[in-house]
């Protein structure tokens, strides 16, 4: 069985939690847009999880509002997967397997009952866990920016690991599936002195400065947007998206622009709302659909060729603007 997911922290969470119940045997990551437009090739079997839907998949898991008329918003669906509007993909996935539907299906793909129901129980005692509700917390949080300033200047914890995850660069696919084994597995301090993550995280720490210093040298806040323009650089750090906030605090929504790494000739475009100041009154992830994209309320993203970015970004600019 293969898991088809996202290589942020709420898909690495969504890959912990499902592995726990699943015998997933193979993993694909990739971008929401190239499920949009087809590009991913998904086989009977497939579980997809905070992606967009595919027919052809056994299982999906998701939250997105762009994606929402595939269920209606209705509760979890037995044998199917589930959605719902929360705060994470990954809270979707321990809804579902905390259902008596849930558990019953997932034992069932195991080719013997004996094993399927013995694997299910062990997993149900690690998702009811102590350490599993404080790492769904921490992801629920994060996914949906209810962070504090804290979390911003000074991230620790899992907020910290959340931010070594770029998930564009496929040559880290060997340290998202050590995450996946990481977060299931252990505890946080033991996810923290992992060597390849305290390398990542103590990465991010270091190039703050650096950061800070390119956001407010690309940055131009026109009345209540903060537009960053990030086209042409090729080094910039990993790390902190929610720095940004922290710096200019009177706008409310962001617009960041930058060359898409995985498509050539291609702009990236994502809009998101100032998590310190959330008076806008967008629906980004409708708007980001209008331009062959999606997300949340509050955040989302398009990618469109760079030809056309000027005329995406006005108009995306007029949409926002107040």
Not at 19 to 32: A, G, K, Q, R
Not at 59 to 68: A, E, G, Q, R
Not at 104 to 127: D, F, P, S, V, W
Request: proline share 4%; aromatic share 8%.
């Amino acid at each position: 069985m293969r898991l088809v997911t996202r290589a942020d922290f709420d898909g690495i969470v969504c890959g912990s939690l499902i592995t726990l119940m699943e015998d997933i045997d193979s993993y694909l990551f990739v971008e929401p847009k190239f499920m949009q437009d087809g590009m991913v090739e998904i086989r009977q079997g497939d579980i997809i999880a905070n992606l967009p839907y595919h027919p052809d998949c056994s299982l999906w898991f998701d939250h997105h509002v762009t994606n929402k008329d595939w269920h209606f918003n209705t509760p979890i669906v037995p044998g199917k997967g589930g959605f719902r509007l929360a705060p994470s993909a990954a809270r979707v996935v321990y809804e579902y397997y905390t259902t008596e539907g849930g558990r019953q299906k997932a034992a069932e793909g195991y080719r013997q009952q004996a094993i399927g129901n013995r694997r299910i129980q062990e997993g149900l005692k690690i998702l009811n866990s102590e350490r599993m509700r404080i790492l769904l917390e921490d992801t629920d949080r994060i996914d949906a920016g209810r962070l504090v300033s804290e979390d911003v200047h000074h991230p620790e914890g899992y907020v910290l690991i959340s931010m070594t995850l770029d998930g564009k660069r496929i040559e880290d696919e060997s340290y998202w599936l050590r995450l996946i084994d990481l977060l299931r597995d252990g505890s946080l301090e033991k996810v923290l002195n992992d060597p390849e993550v305290k390398q990542r995280c103590q990465g991010i720490l270091n190039a703050q400065e650096t950061l800070k210093e390119i956001l407010l040298n690309r940055v131009s806040l026109k009345g209540n947007v903060i537009f960053l323009d990030l086209r042409g650089i090729t080094d910039m750090p990993d790390g902190n998206r929610f720095l940004l906030y922290t710096l200019f605090p009177t706008g409310n929504i962001s617009i960041k622009v930058a060359d898409d790494s995985q498509r050539p000739n291609t702009t990236a475009i994502s809009v998101g709302y100032n998590i310190f100041n959330t008076t806008s009154k967008v629906n980004v992830g409708a708007l980001m659909e209008k331009h062959g994209g999606g997300g949340h309320k509050v955040v989302g993203s398009c990618r469109v060729p760079s030809s056309e970015a000027e005329k995406a970004i006005r108009e995306i600019f007029e949409a926002i603007k107040e």
